[in-house]
């Protein structure tokens, strides 16, 4: 199956897991929590602030060598953002790719997928934890902050926390 293909297949229109492909265009699924949908919006809300000269994309579809990764936000310049507007997944990663750690991934996992975005073109990959903490990382490896926003804060709160 294609990312096209999937994302045209009405039976998936609702699901309420994040779908990605592997490399043999197998479906594969991940629930997620409620905190992960609080946290991709606040980090959402935050790069619109530290990065207003690009666009931002919640569930962003990345082809890799991998098959097709679904990074939860993601940043793209403007220059980046006119290539893959109008296509069902990005053919080069966005510059800055960020994945929420949900109860159904490991660290392990996520920082596979790290190295999927990096080699797809990305610049950073930042990874959120339960608490909302943030770790930032570039082709070099972890960075205490992000190059591309240095001001972004290194967690983010959800209400009550």
């Not at 936000?73 to 109008?86: D, G, I």
């Not at 990382?137 to 804060?153: I, T, Y």
């Amino acid at each position: 199956m294609t990312w096209e293909q999937l994302c045209k297949d009405k039976r998936f229109e609702d699901a309420p897991y994040k779908i990605e492909l592997n490399g043999q265009g197998q479906i594969v699924m991940s629930p997620t929590a409620n905190y992960c949908g609080v946290y991709k919006f606040r980090i959402g809300e935050l790069l619109r602030r530290h990065l207003p000269q690009g666009e931002i994309v919640v569930e962003c579809a990345v082809e890799t060598s991998d098959g097709t990764k679904e990074a939860d936000v993601v940043w793209l310049s403007r220059k980046r953002w006119t290539e893959v507007a109008e296509d069902f997944s990005c053919k080069i990663a966005p510059e800055i790719c960020v994945e929420v750690l949900s109860p159904s991934n490991t660290v392990k996992e996520m920082l596979y997928k790290k190295d999927l975005y990096l080699a797809a073109g990305a610049l950073e990959y930042w990874l959120c934890d339960k608490q909302g903490r943030i770790r930032f990382f570039n082709a070099s490896g972890e960075m205490a902050k992000s190059k591309l926003a240095p001001k972004f804060p290194s967690s983010v709160k959800s209400i009550g926390k």
